[in-house]
T-cell receptor
């Protein structure tokens, strides 16, 4: 069975600095998707960035980028130029190519210090 | 932009009562999901629904739970006799088979409090 592990329950960063959130996963499949979702206090789950496993190039969305290491089964999220609005719970999630069921990590609470 | 909508945003109920949580998925999506998140814990998969039937369910999704797509637009989660441990945030999500990005779109969640 697939598992997703986020080893950092909480991270804090100074505004405008860069922070990296860690995620590792375990799977025997070769075709899958990885996601980072953000859950602000408003509680809605918002997609931050996605990565298809067959793509070697790391995904980037403005200030958000990932370091996808398929062999190491690692999928970290880098947030550059952190902003107060980035404060939220961040969840790493895995999805097999065979279905839409998401396997979730436990989440990392990101605190932005002004 | 199309979005998934959920009602109610918050429901308080007495233990043993029936609860129905409603979701309107994005109209051209074909896969529908319910997830729950107990306060302070990780998000857990409950059930997936495709082609008018359950395609997969977790061990959490026991006989007290049921899902239905009664009219082709709404997607409901019913809990027949609520227990204290059912208190959680329930998220509905939908995805489209033609969507090669693999993204699921989530609603804002329904917070259920069982007293």
């Amino acid at each position: 069975a697939q598992t997703v592990t986020q080893s950092q329950p909480e991270m804090s960063v100074q505004e405008a600095e860069t922070v990296t959130l860690s995620c590792t996963y375990d799977t025997s499949e070769s075709d899958y998707y990885l996601f980072w979702y953000k859950q602000p206090p408003s509680r809605q789950m918002i997609l931050v960035i996605r990565q298809e496993a067959y793509k070697q190039q790391n995904a980037t969305e403005n200030r958000f980028s990932v370091n996808f290491q398929k062999a190491a089964k690692s999928f970290s999220l880098k947030i550059s130029d952190s902003q107060l609005g980035d404060a939220a719970m961040y969840f790493c999630a895995y999805r097999s190519a065979r279905n839409y069921q998401l396997i979730w990590g436990a989440g990392t609470k990101l605190i932005i210090k002004p | 932009e199309p979005e998934v909508t959920q009602t109610p945003s918050h429901q308080v109920t007495q233990m043993g009562q029936e609860v129905i949580l409603r979701c309107v998925p994005i109209s051209n999506h074909l896969y529908f999901y319910w997830y729950r998140q107990i306060l302070g814990q990780k998000v857990e998969f409950l059930v997936s629904f495709y082609n008018n039937e359950i395609s997969e369910k977790s061990e959490i999704f026991d006989d007290q739970f049921s899902v239905e797509r009664p009219d082709g637009s709404n997607f409901t989660l019913k809990i027949r006799s609520t227990k204290l441990e059912d208190s959680a945030m329930y998220f509905c999500a939908s995805g489209g088979v033609a969507d090669s990005t693999g993204e699921l779109f989530f609603g804002e969640g329904s917070r259920l409090t069982v007293l």
